[in-house]
């Protein structure tokens, strides 16, 4: 082997890259192209390369007529080397965003999840709107397509948060982008807050509707999220019916979703029709017995009817990957449609100084007759000597240097149009674009002005129709285990100590559902908390076993037990508001020996009366006697309790049972969630015993009487007074009757008793509605009347009490007026009044 051959292969060693080298450049290479090139959309435009190469296609083809969407896929296919069936996913996706595309045949339905027709059936063109805000071949930047054959844009000077209003979903390597649709409308307005340097704020809006809890939105980065829900209504009692859906569901996985857990036994349905057409509707059937408002609640437990949606918000900002808030990306979309603004405005201004050039030019050539003195000259070179020469005096004027590109074009006028010159008309352009041109300028100099009235205009021209359709509002968080239906029996063997729902020979205690947990009580004072299973050891001898609702501060335990050491018999009232499953509490003071020796669960924490008997052989000089639990306090289950006695007792018996110690538990309505609670949120209504109820007036003029359960489902934007319901009290109210169209007042008292039942009082037509009502018993109010040929007073006084008398519910009332009222307010404020569910006097009319 020569010197030079072994040199030349010692080079050849060092060029050796090891397989491992090889894999990790080749899979950095490919994780770039993925994230680049196919799943993440760019920051400028807001589009994948697919979208835009759709985009670019469809403007190549564009003459006002629709096209064969199999004619776009292959139209497509010159910039993107990839197969037809992506292509023509992803305008099927552009279509049903329903904002850049107008198309024709079967698209599908997002709603029901049915695919679109095969593409040689169906047909798109590019919306107006789309051909407004993406396209302008004057601020593109091209780029060579993948072959070289052809020019792509490498992003499209779109002058609008498309991104946003369209919404992203991708998956690369190595990470992966969700950001979700928002609002067309609020879009605009947040571009137009920004130019304002005002602060807004964004949230999603879906087009199927339903409604969002976006408090943990997080403007839509990593780690936020929102929870969706479906649109339920009641129907009847029997039936229930979902009217819209959450993001990322459809009709028929809302359906599944629904027969699944009817089938592990979480709800309770009859059956399940799905009657969507032009409208969705999924009609839920309920057994009969089943609680409408509860069934509601394990919907949204356990089924599709919620779920929870996380954002990752991540775009392509110069060639690399950036996660950036929702706001972040309006801010530099709006930022970046001022500068293509600027520069079309740039492009424009160059073009009406150009125009105005020439036209000064050619005017100057036929007025001055420039073309006559050119008769005589030989040479090409000649003519444009003479032409420059006759230009020469009016050179200071021009905005630039005449060149002789200019002066050819003059020579390229044709003797027609010389013949026909009309100095006046071209008087009149010139003061056109000169109007033009200082119109322009003046943009220029005002460009956030411009850009402000640019937004404005887009919402004129393409808001209408694209008001919010997803609601937002606070969510109440649903206990699955209240919800849930009880679809398990709970038994317990005492002596064996075990408990659970396949133990069918044993003790029946209670219906339960097989995700709840089961409180037990021993006679060795211990308390344990486990989950229901088929059958669970919980420890012999059982006194006392229940369902286990964890935090209900109502439920109140009275116990005696024999402390193990001092043979004393202690006394103790206690609450279990929270523990660790699974993990033993001993409820005495912990002594070998100790055991209960009476024991009750008191739901509504009654304190009962016993009868201590002692054994014969105390020395106690009484041995027998009473003993009040209503004497004493309510503590915390690790209080050691009151000595009751230092004899040994025989026996303890109940003597009397007893009234709650607690009182009335204090309610509260959250307008928000339509809600009763007892955490104090929202307005107050006060304190309500066990038998008390609650009577709802909605502004549609119908009552209802409730119980007091948490579970109950108000129709919160439409109540009007809610409070504890007196039978004995009479309401007053103003409202308007559709049917005779004038405003009526009646007074009546609740003739009616049934929970649940909606009741009508201001007559069956649609128009009729709600406009003022009171539970004080002599309401004043002051009413407000809109202008008008028949007004002889606009505000007007009345005394209720004197102007009706209490009739039923059912009667029209006294008719007050034919005139329009546009506000009512209270002149006695002591009572509640309503056409919200205020605590303040009211303002009726927004």
């Known amino acids: 082997m020569s010197s030079s051959d072994a040199t030349e292969n010692n080079d050849n060693i060092h060029d050796i890259v090891p397989v491992s080298g090889l894999y990790e450049n080749w899979f950095l290479d490919y994780a770039s192209y993925v994230i680049l090139e196919r799943a993440v959309p760019n920051i400028d435009d807001g589009l994948k390369p697919v979208q835009r190469r759709i985009l670019h296609a469809m403007k190549e083809m564009d003459d006002g007529r629709f096209n064969k969407v199999a004619n776009v896929i292959g139209s497509t296919m010159q910039y993107h080397p990839h197969g037809d069936a992506s292509i023509g996913d992803a305008i099927v996706t552009i279509g049903q965003k329903e904002l850049l595309l107008d198309m024709q045949g079967n698209w599908g339905d997002v709603r029901t999840g049915d695919g679109a027709a095969a593409p040689r059936y169906i047909e798109a063109r590019l919306s107006k709107f789309a051909l407004d805000v993406v396209f302008n071949g004057e601020t593109t930047e091209w780029q060579a397509s993948y072959d070289g054959r052809k020019r792509e844009p490498v992003t499209f000077p779109v002058k609008f948060p498309l991104l946003l209003v369209q919404g992203v979903e991708g998956i690369a390597v190595g990470l992966s982008t969700k950001i979700l649709p928002h609002n067309f409308i609020e879009l605009i307005e947040a571009s137009i807050a920004h130019l304002k340097n005002k602060k807004f704020q964004l949230y999603p809006d879906f087009i199927?509707?339903?409604?969002?809890?976006?408090?943990?939105?997080?403007?839509?980065?990593?780690?936020?999220?929102i929870r969706a829900r479906a649109k339920i209504e009641e129907y009847d009692n029997k039936t229930l019916l979902i009217k819209e859906i959450p993001f990322g569901t459809t009709t028929n996985s809302i359906i599944d979703s629904i027969i699944k857990a009817n089938d592990n036994g979480k709800i309770k349905i009859k059956k399940v029709v799905d009657n969507t057409a032009k409208d969705l509707e999924i009609q839920v059937q309920l057994v009969p017995g089943t609680d409408p408002d509860i069934t509601i609640d394990a919907l949204?437990?356990?089924?599709?009817?919620?779920?929870?949606?996380?954002?990752?918000?991540?775009?392509?900002?110069?060639?690399?990957?950036?996660?950036?808030s929702v706001n972040e990306m309006l801010k530099i979309s709006t930022d970046k449609t001022k500068e293509l603004l600027r520069q079309e405005l740039e492009i424009r201004k160059a073009q009406l100084q150009e125009k105005a050039l020439f036209s000064s030019l050619e005017k100057i050539f036929i007025e001055n007759k420039i073309y006559r003195k050119i008769e005589d000259a030989e040479t090409w070179e000649a003519v444009l000597q003479i032409i420059d020469k006759g230009l020469t005096p009016f050179k200071k004027q021009f905005y630039r240097t005449i060149t002789q590109d200019d002066i050819v074009r003059l020579t390229e006028i044709k003797i027609k149009r010389i013949s026909k010159f009309d100095g006046f008309k071209a008087d009149e352009l010139m003061k056109a674009i000169g109007a033009e041109l200082k119109e322009t300028i003046n943009h220029l100099a005002h460009l956030n002005d411009y850009a402000i009235n640019y937004f404005s205009a887009l919402l004129k021209k393409y808001g209408k129709g694209r008001e919010r359709k997803t609601e937002i509002k606070a969510f109440d968080t649903i206990n699955a285990t209240v919800v849930a239906a009880n679809n398990q029996k709970l038994y317990v063997n005492r002596a064996d100590g075990f408990m659970g729902y396949g133990l069918k020979k044993d003790e029946y205690i209670a219906d339960c559902s097989d995700i709840d947990d089961v409180i037990v009580f021993r006679k060795d004072g211990i308390c344990v908390v486990k989950k229901i299973g088929e059958k669970v050891f919980v420890g012999k001898d059982v006194i006392h076993i229940a369902i286990f609702r964890k935090g209900d501060e109502r439920m109140v335990y009275n116990m005696v037990y024999m402390d193990g050491k001092t043979g004393r018999s202690m006394v103790k009232r206690f609450q279990v508001l929270g523990v660790t499953r699974d993990k033993e509490y001993d409820l005495t003071k912990g002594e070998k020996g100790s055991k209960v020796l009476y024991f009750t669960a008191n739901p509504n924490a009654e304190a009962e009366k016993i009868t201590v008997t002692l054994t014969p052989t105390a020395k106690a000089r009484n041995k027998v006697f009473d003993y009040d639990f209503s004497e004493l306090e309510i503590k915390a289950r690790t209080s050691q309790g009151n000595i009751l006695t230092e004899y040994p007792v025989k026996k303890i018996s109940m003597k009397e049972a007893g009234e709650s110690t607690l009182g009335g538990l204090q309610f509260w309505f959250d307008t928000e969630t339509a809600r009763l609670n007892t955490q104090g949120k929202g307005l107050a209504l006060g304190e309500f015993d066990s038998e008390d109820q609650v009577i709802v007036f909605y502004k549609d003029g119908n009552y209802e009487i409730t119980g007091t359960e948490l579970t109950n489902r108000y129709e919160g934007s439409?109540?009007?007074?809610?409070?504890?319901?007196?039978?004995?009290?009479?309401?007053?109210?103003?409202?308007?009757?559709?049917?005779?169209?004038?405003?009526?007042?009646?007074?009546?008292?609740?003739?009616?008793?049934?929970?649940?039942?909606?009741?009508?009082?201001?007559?069956?037509?649609?128009?009729s509605e709600m406009i003022y009502i009171t539970a004080n018993p002599k309401p004043k109010i002051k009413v407000d009347f809109a202008k008008g040929k028949y007004v002889s007073s606009p505000t007007l006084n009345v005394d209720i009490e004197q102007f009706a008398e209490v009739k039923s519910y059912r009667a029209i009332g006294i008719k007050f007026s034919g005139n329009k009222i546009t506000g009512v307010n209270t002149l006695d404020s002591s009572k509640k009044d309503g056409a919200k569910s205020s605590g303040a006097a009211p303002t009726l009319f927004d």
């Open 208 to 225: 199927t509707g339903g409604s969002i809890d976006a408090s943990l939105y997080n403007e839509g980065q990593k780690g936020g999220k």
């Open 300 to 324: 949204y437990a356990f089924t599709d009817c919620e779920v929870s949606i996380s954002p990752n918000a991540c775009v392509i900002v110069e060639n690399r990957p950036e996660f950036l």
């Open 718 to 767: 439409e109540v009007m007074l809610i409070e504890n319901f007196d039978p004995e009290k009479i309401y007053s109210v103003l409202y308007y009757e559709g049917k005779n169209k004038a405003y009526y007042i009646k007074r009546f008292g609740i003739e009616t008793s049934s929970l649940g039942k909606k009741f009508n009082f201001v007559g069956e037509n649609e128009k």
